[in-house]
C-alpha cells in the first residue's frame, strides 16, 4: 500500500523556521521525482520545490526561492522541506508528490500557519 506522511507542521512567528517532512513507503522511492506543493484557502495548490531522482533541485516560486529548500534521503525514504524565514503568505496546507512516469501519489497535507 502506497504511504506519503507528511508531519513537522504547525504554528509559527514570522521570520521563524520549520522542517517538513515526508515518510514513503510502498513504492520504489529512489525512482521518483518528489515535491513539496501547498495550498492558502480560496487559493490553487501551487509548486513549492522539486528534485529529481538524482537530487538536482529547484524551487517554483520566486518568493520562496532562498528560503525553502529540498532535499531527499533515500535511504530513510523520506523527503524534507526546510523552510526559514516564514513569512504570513506562506501558511497553507503542504503536500508532498511523488511522481514517476504514470504513477503520482500525494500525502494527506500538513498545516502550517505563521502568525504572530
Known amino acids: 500500500q502506497v504511504q506519503l506522511v507528511e508531519s513537522g507542521g504547525g504554528l509559527v ?11 514513503a513507503s510502498g513504492f520504489t522511492f529512489s ?3 518528489l515535491s513539496w506543493y501547498r495550498q492558502a ?3 490553487e495548490r501551487e509548486l513549492v520545490a522539486s528534485t529529481t531522482r538524482f537530487s538536482s533541485s529547484t524551487n517554483n516560486a520566486d518568493s520562496m526561492k532562498g528560503r525553502f ?18 513569512k504570513p503568505d506562506d501558511t497553507a496546507v503542504y503536500y508532498c508528490n511523488a511522481h514517476w512516469r ?13 502568525s504572530s
Open 31 to 33: 525512482s521518483y521525482a
Open 13 to 23: 512567528q514570522p521570520g521563524g523556521s520549520l522542517r517538513l517532512s515526508c515518510a
Open 69 to 86: 529548500t529540498i532535499s531527499r534521503d533515500n535511504a530513510k525514504n523520506t523527503v524534507y522541506l526546510q523552510m526559514n524565514n516564514l
Open 102 to 114: 504514470i504513477w503520482d501519489y500525494w500525502g494527506q497535507g500538513t498545516q502550517v500557519t505563521v
Open 41 to 43: 484557502p480560496g487559493k
